[in-house]
Every structure is written in C-alpha cells, then in structure tokens.
C-alpha cells in the first residue's frame, strides 16, 4: 500500500469512528495506531507507543495546561464575572445596545485570567443574558453577542489553545502571549463596532438607552481591582523576567483563588469542583495529545508531509497565498471538529511547510505570527455552523430562543472576524511588534 493511500485510508478510519460518536482522542488514535501497525508492524507501534507515551506526559512544559485551566475555573465559581459585567455595564449604560457591548468588555477581562473559550462564554451568559432579556435585547443579539464574545476567551492571552500550539512547534510561549494581545483587542474593539452598527441598522434589536443600570462608582471600581491585579502580576511576573510561563500560571491559580476566597463567593462544593473540572479538561487534553501524536507518527513514517511540502511548491503559489489556503482549509475543517483536536491534528503537518517558506521575516516571527493567524481561524469553528459549540453553549441557556436565531446573531461578528483575519494576514508586524517590545 502506497503512503498515500495509507494516509487516506487513516482519514476515513478517524471520520468514520467520529461518525459514529468515537472521542476524538480515541478516533485519531485508532487511526494513527492502524497506520503505524501497517507500516511497522505491532512491535515497532508497541516501541513507539511506550516511548512517547511518556515523553509526553513527562513534560515540565505540559504542567502549565491544568494550573491556566484552574486559574479560569477559580474564577467562574468565585463570582468575579458578575462584578466585571456590572462594571462593564456602568461604563456603556449611555450608549445604544449598550449592556450587548458590556458582555464583550466582560468576556475580554474574564478572558485574561481563564483561558478557555466555553468556560468564558458559559460563566459570562449565566450572568448576562438574563440582564439582556429583562432589558429588551432581542434573542439574536443577546445570544450572538454572547457566543461571539466567547472567543475572546482563547484569543486574550492566556490561551490554552496557544500553549498548546507553543508546545507542539517548541515556541516561546511568553512570546505567543505577546503577539496575541493586540489581535485580541482589535477583535474586542470590532465586536463593539459590530454592535454599534447592527442596533442602528436593524430596528428593535435593543432598546435606545440603558437608564436603570448604575453608573461606575468606587464600590464598582474596587470589585475589579483584583482581576486587574492578577492579569498584572501573572503576565509583569512573565514579561519581567520575575518566573517562567508556568509558575505565572501557578502564581495566577494561587491569586485568582485568594480573590474568589476575599469574595466569599467560593463554597466548599465550589472548590471542589474546580478541581474536578480541571482534571476532566486537562485530561481530555492529555489523551487527544496522545492520540494525537499518534497520528502525527503513523503520518511522518508515510512521509505525507514530504509529499505535501513537494506539491505545494510545484503550485508555485506565493507564500501568502499558500497560508490563505490553510487558513480556509481550517475554516472548512472547524465544522467537524473542536479547536484543539484541530491544532494538535494539522500543526505536525502544516509547521513545516509554512517554516520553509520565505515570508521576508526571521523563522521565530513567522512560527509566533503563523500560530496568531491559527488562533484567529479556530474561533471561526466556535461559531460558524453546523458545529459552533460556543452557539450551542450559549443558546443551550437561552430556552426562548431557536438555534436559527443564535446563528443569525452571529453572522455580524463573523465579518468581523474575517476582516480582523485579513488584517493580520497581510499585516504581520500588528502582532509582532508588541513581541519586540515586550520580550
């Protein structure tokens, strides 16, 4: 059997065993390990799978996945997002579509101390929506606003997604944090655009003014002070040199949970499952880095990425071309699968291809700059249909309101995202400049 026809034949065994309702983990498992038996029999599979097996899980780096992780969930059951909307509210409250355009501020802050999108956009609606509802903004908006603002979960550093990348490509994960804050403010600032000009081109979306929510006032001011003071010491600890990314997400946990403990909105019950939700999500993360790597093995022997690497230089498409092209592969992909299966499957294979293309940068800018546009991308997966998990996460909550309309809501923001993407796809130095500055 030739490589190629192996590499295919590993693609349907996945998607037939994801048809079926297979983990992910386990269907890029099953398949890696079916193209690598095939290759070298069950001995070399048995060699390779012990071997990596703990070279992965060994990994010092690996550690800073599950304290990110809890430092996001200390703050959802610590009540910090209730006082970051309502401080957002206070600021909006004179504009039109106002408490929309606080969901976003909040889901950015709240995004700068979790690190996950469904988390962000979870804990934000529990708080939010009904605020939206009682106020008068229509289901579409309400929803849409708050799965769009979601995303902002994974592209305001930290992200897990981007330690991920940083991990699987051996890049400078302080270095990915810094190219990611900018592009996470313009997609902030786009979303706020989005709803400025959608309430005044569509009638009835929400109302004119906000005239009962309070104003920011000193009590408001110091309720979030301590998220300040944690985004502060997490990322000037990084940047100034005081710790590594990993004990910043140590110090993050520890600060996060004394803010949740000041708060007395942390119970017993609450602490606990922090602990529980961290070990269920980092390991789901740990077994698709497993399967994962797998696959990416059975793959390499195939010597599929020669063989792409040498069709796509036969194209003679320019450089920015080719990653346009990888970029909408991405989009296409993001509507069978989640975000970190999607990067832990596609960045063994694509790495290399983009490293060896000359962009007129140094290696190191185009592996930080290649992982940002990645990011960008992902996000299209959390919204567009027919997956869009931040969709149905959000309008799981919103009873009233059909999943068509969900959809409808966020289609405004999905231009957004598109223009934003463009932006930096043909304008590296937006994220890369803040790297040079800060590293």
Known sequence: MSGLLLVAMMFVVMLVLMAV???????????GAYGYVMQTGWAGFSNYLNAQAFARFASYDLSVIPL????????????????????????????????????????????????SSVATAATITGVALPELRRHGYSGRLATGTLAAAGTLGILIPPSVPLVIYAILTEQNIAKLFAAAMIPGLIATLGYLVVIAIYVRMVPGQAPEIDDDVPGVNAASVLSVAPILSIFLIVFGGIYGGFFTPTEGAGVGAAATLISALLRRELSWRGFKECFYATAESSGMIFLIFLGADVMS?????????????????????????????????YVVLGA???????????????????????????RESVAIWFGVMVLMVVEFGLLAPPVGLNVYVVNGMAKDVSIAESYRGVMPFLVSDTIRTLLLLFFPGICLWLVGVLT
């Not at 509210?89 to 976003?104: H, L, N, S, Y």
């Not at 792409?308 to 990653?323: E, K, T």
């Not at 299966?341 to 000359?358: E, H, K, N, Q």
Request: with cysteine; charged share 5%.
């Open 68 to 115: 990110f992780i809890l430092m996001g969930n200390f703050a959802t059951q610590g009540g910090i997002s209730r006082a970051l909307f309502s401080f957002a509210a206070g600021i909006t409250r004179r504009f039109k579509g106002g408490m929309a355009m606080a969901a976003v501020l909040a889901s950015a802050a709240f995004g700068a101390i979790c690190g």
């Open 297 to 329: 093995g059975a793959l390499a022997l195939s010597g599929a990425t020669t063989h792409l690497s040498a069709f796509v230089n036969s194209l003679g498409w320019p450089p920015y071309a080719i990653v346009a092209a990888i970029l909408v592969f």
């Open 336 to 362: 069978v699968m989640d975000e970190l299966s999607m990067i832990l499957l596609t960045i063994p294979i694509f790495f290399p291809l983009i490293i060896g293309l000359d962009f007129g940068m140094p």
């Open 21 to 31: 309702r297979i983990p992910i983990a386990a269907a890029m498992f099953f398949a």
